[in-house]
């Protein structure tokens, strides 16, 4: 035991220096959400109306509703940064060697993404005090009660980017396929917009999003802002990252998965 935990222990560690040396990556974490939060909710403010439903007791405007959207934004570019990082890693870095260790490979993918993960909720954190900062604040218990939220949507979109990374061997093709999968998760969601309002357009576009697990993710982490749990998300949530894990772990198994395949 001492030893995985020492590997635990060099992985994470690993993550966070190089989330503490690579300051742009973590402005850049930022930008993004806030550039929704403060420009584009300015325009769609009048142009989307809101009705009261669960979680709200009330009308809210447009900016605290995509608060939690934009919360879990922030969990699935971190994500997909990490599992860019990772491919670079396992080519010519130091994933390379570690997968050539005699430790499970499971135990080192999840090592991985516990690590980044914690990122990810560190980087939620500063902004929703960002958002605090503004004025679009909510529940403060809710700001508690939405951990665990976070912390089970920030696996389930890490497990999702280690199953892309094991799909591709270069550098250059993967950050053309996050784009392929970071916008249509994104906005074919509630993030921005809620589904009934989808609904209005195009049933089956809202039927697509309500397929889509981000949006049971932002919907987990906007109930728990506001003390309230949403079974049914949970339960897409949950067993969404079972799969992406087991398929996560069967890519990178040498014997079976996708890099046999590789050579």
């Known amino acids: 035991m001492s030893g995985y935990w020492g590997v635990t222990r060099a992985i994470m560690g690993r993550e966070f220096l190089r989330f503490v040396h690579q300051r742009e990556r973590f402005i850049a974490a930022l930008v993004r ?61 130091s994933m390379r060697l570690l997968l050539t260790s005699p430790f499970p490979r499971w135990w080192l993918l999840f090592c991985r993404l516990f690590g980044a993960t914690a990122i990810s909720i560190l980087q939620v954190y500063a902004f929703l005090g960002i958002a605090a900062a503004f004025g679009i604040t909510m529940p403060p218990l809710g700001y508690i009660m939405v951990l665990p939220g976070l912390i089970l949507g920030g696996l389930m979109l890490g497990a ?30 509630s993030a921005l917009y809620p589904l ?43 067993a969404s990252t079972i799969a992406l894990s087991l398929l996560a772990v069967w890519g990178y198994d040498p014997a079976r998965g996708l890099m046999k395949r590789k050579g």
């Open 33 to 93: 959400p806030l550039v929704w939060l403060l420009i584009f909710a300015a325009g769609f403010r009048a142009a989307l109306g809101l009705s009261i439903i669960p979680p709200y007791q009330t009308y809210i405007t447009y900016e605290t509703y995509i608060v939690p959207g934009l919360c879990a934004m922030v969990l699935l570019f971190n994500g997909m940064q990490s599992s860019l990082s990772l491919v670079y890693d396992r080519e010519m870095g």
């Open 160 to 189: 999702l980017g280690l199953v892309l990374s094991s799909f591709i061997s270069q550098l250059e093709n993967f950050a053309g396929v996050m784009n392929f999968v970071i916008f249509p998760m994104f906005f074919l969601s």
């Open 196 to 238: 009934w309002k989808m609904g209005e357009s195009s049933p089956l576009l809202r039927d697509i999003c309500a397929l889509n697990p981000f949006t049971h993710v932002v919907e987990l982490i906007r109930f728990l802002f506001y003390l309230q749990f949403n079974l049914s998300a949970f339960l897409w949530v949950v």
